[in-house]
């Protein structure tokens, strides 16, 4: 790691994960019952489902389980933790392929994660799940696909649905909400494509679906989600059975679409919205990381975007650059700071930034890890992001370099 | 922490897309044995004399406090923006404004004015080269004359290894004491876990409570003929 580009963070380990270092976007840290850290990792595709690794000494971190998917026509990209329960998103490449939903494990026993139960969202038309949300131990909030759900355009097959998990062993649906028009009947008119895409692949940009939904135990009313090509909502979700539009947002176009995460900051009225990068060598420049003022819900205003470095410099080193995850201040072992922003953006690694001034967000630290060895491309590509209380920061490369842990001086 | 004081600059400091240019800042310094920052204080409101003028009744003079809070605290402190007019409100619920005029010298009512002023994004300066970097940060801070009381919305989950550096370089070398409290995220939280007791009670206990951060001008007039009297 000797070439690794750096400014107040420092590598403390790296685990290849057993040269399976393909990592997706579900990161999250179990307290276990003996008190060791476990951190949980979605692979980005098959063979692997998900890895378990003790990060107790973040010097010295240890795989302590490694599973399998049932076949390689599936993802399962996403995962999320509270207590001892681990959800997990299944993801199939072709509408109508099983398994397609969620899965939920007992993970008392980190080692031997035991399935409880599996909440089923296949369809004629659905590919399963995308990304998953599960900080309250009672809801899972996804990007899920529904028997009986038909999309006016087949990328627009993942709506954001709500799973009640009170009880593990038997999930109910407890709430659906897509964007109008989306949906094969709706009245309203069906959305302008952003980047039109020809149909050879379902995956990737060009997509009025749900990826993220955040919904924080502080307002437990609100579900913030990024709807790619739709761009930021707000929801009202105080009864889920009837959600209502409270807020959107949307800058695609003229901006080339993708929007990923809507994170809220709580104490500030602030949103932090990210676009995803989804095409190397800078094919959908600029995706960028957005500040939006929400103090007033129905009229979000962005007000300033976050520094990256220049395209000219790292547009075509290869693979992706710009931006992606951020470390969501999610409830549990999670540093929550609403001044500091923490995320990963392929490419150009892993930032930090001071949001003091939401009007100037700053780059107060980073680190870019050189190209790791196997990797389909020439860069690291950091896809996801997760910060404990310690502050000490967890990131993924998506092909091949598995976890990097670092420090960061901030 | 300079020279056995607390010195800590409070209020919004920057403006839109600005460099750090100063719009609006307050500045306490506190050393051992100073008295309480309360609503009554003078120094932290300096209104012009032609609106000081103006201001006929104690309602007025509590807009005036009201108005002087919210042009502290930066639009985007929305949980201490909150906080404190729900802390207002309390007081107001609680020491509702006489009837005017006629109002005595002292009333009760004016037990609104002697509540602790909550002090916006304060920054309290560190002795230079701490590891905790030059200053400790909150979201509110209260002195009561004896121990200075910072309040931050979130769990304790929310600093960073340099954060809690300061927090704690500023609990070791304060020259009077320094208590933290984590005041909750949610809209609905009760005002007492917002806030200390000690100081949601501190108006109600205060021994005399005085008049606003400004005479009222006919306060003024009773006051220069008390002074005639040589009563005062």
């Known amino acids: ?410 | 922490m300079i020279g056995g004081s607390v010195q800590i600059a409070f209020g919004k400091r920057r403006q839109p897309g600005g460099d750090t240019v100063a719009l609006r800042s307050g500045h306490a310094v506190i050393v051992p044995g100073a008295p309480a920052i309360c609503l009554n204080s003078p120094g932290w409101l300096t209104p012009p004399p032609e609106l000081v003028m103006a201001i006929q009744t104690r309602a007025l003079l509590r807009d005036l406090c009201r108005d002087g809070l919210a042009a502290l605290t930066s639009g985007f402190s929305a949980a201490a923006q909150r906080a404190t007019q729900r802390y207002l409100a309390d007081l107001e619920g609680r020491f509702p404004v006489p009837v005017e005029p006629p109002f005595p010298l002292f009333h009760d009512a004016d037990r609104f004015f002697a509540a602790l002023l909550p002090m916006p994004a304060p920054k309290i300066a560190l002795e230079a080269e701490t590891a905790g970097g030059s200053h400790a940060e909150a979201d509110l801070a209260f002195w009561n004359g004896r121990m200075l009381t910072l309040v931050s919305f979130g769990d304790a989950g929310q600093y960073t290894p340099r954060q809690n550096r300061a927090r704690d370089e500023l609990s070791a070398r304060a020259p009077v004491p320094v208590r933290f409290h984590s005041a909750p995220l949610r809209r609905d939280a009760p005002l007492d876990d917002i806030f200390p007791p000690d100081i949601l009670s501190w108006a109600t206990d205060a021994a005399l409570p005085v008049f606003g951060p400004v005479r009222l001008p006919a306060f003024q007039a009773d006051l220069a003929k008390l002074t005639d009297l040589g009563a005062v």
């Open chain 1, 1 to 410: 790691m000797a070439d690794a580009l750096s400014k107040n963070m420092k590598l403390l380990s790296n685990s290849r994960l057993n040269g399976f270092g393909g990592v997706g976007e579900g990161m999250a840290m179990q307290i276990a019952k003996d008190g060791r850290r476990i951190m949980w990792l979605a692979h980005e595709g098959p063979p692997k489902n998900f890895t378990g690794v003790d990060v107790t000494d973040p010097k010295d971190p240890r795989i302590i389980c490694q599973t399998d998917l049932p076949h390689p026509r599936m993802r399962s990209n996403s995962l999320d933790v509270t207590g001892d329960l681990m959800v997990v998103c299944y993801q199939v490449s072709v509408p109508g392929d099983k398994p397609a939903g969620i899965e939920m494990f007992d993970i008392s026993d980190p080692e031997n994660p035991k399935s409880i139960s599996f909440f089923d969202m296949s369809g004629p038309h659905s590919r399963g799940v995308h990304c998953c949300w599960f900080a309250d131990g009672e809801f899972v909030h996804c990007a899920g696909g529904a028997d009986g759900f038909e999309p006016r355009h087949p990328r627009d097959d993942q709506i954001y649905r709500i799973v009640d998990v009170r009880n593990p062993s038997k999930p109910v649906e407890a709430g659906r909400w897509w964007m109008p028009g989306t949906r094969k009947g709706d009245s309203e008119p069906a959305p302008e494509r952003v980047r039109p895409m020809p149909l050879d692949s379902l995956r990737g940009p060009d997509a009025f679906r749900l990826h993220n939904a955040n919904v924080y135990p502080e307002r437990p009313d609100r579900a913030y989600l990024g709807y790619i090509d739709g761009g930021a909502w707000i929801l009202d979700i105080s009864d889920m059975s009837d959600m209502k539009v409270v807020g959107s947002w949307n800058p695609h176009p003229p901006y080339p679409g993708f929007t990923h995460t809507v994170m809220p900051l709580l104490s500030r009225d602030l949103l932090v919205v990210t676009d995803e990068c989804v095409q190397d060598d800078a094919a959908d420049w600029p995706k960028l990381t957005w500040m939006v003022d929400a103090r007033k819900e129905d009229n979000l205003v962005p007000i300033s975007t976050f520094p990256l470095p220049s395209v000219e410099e790292y547009g075509h080193k290869g693979g992706r650059f710009g931006s992606h995850n951020i470390h969501e201040n999610r409830p549990g072992p999670s540093l929550r700071s609403e001044e500091m922003i923490f995320g990963c953006f392929f490419n150009a690694g892993v930032r930090i930034y001071d949001i003091s001034d939401p009007y100037r967000p700053e780059t107060i630290a980073y680190y870019v890890p050189p190209a790791p060895e196997g990797s389909r491309v020439s860069t690291a590509q950091m896809n996801d992001i997760y910060v404990d209380e310690r502050a000490i920061v967890y990131s993924v490369d998506r092909w091949a370099g598995g976890l990097y842990i670092l420090e960061a001086d901030v």
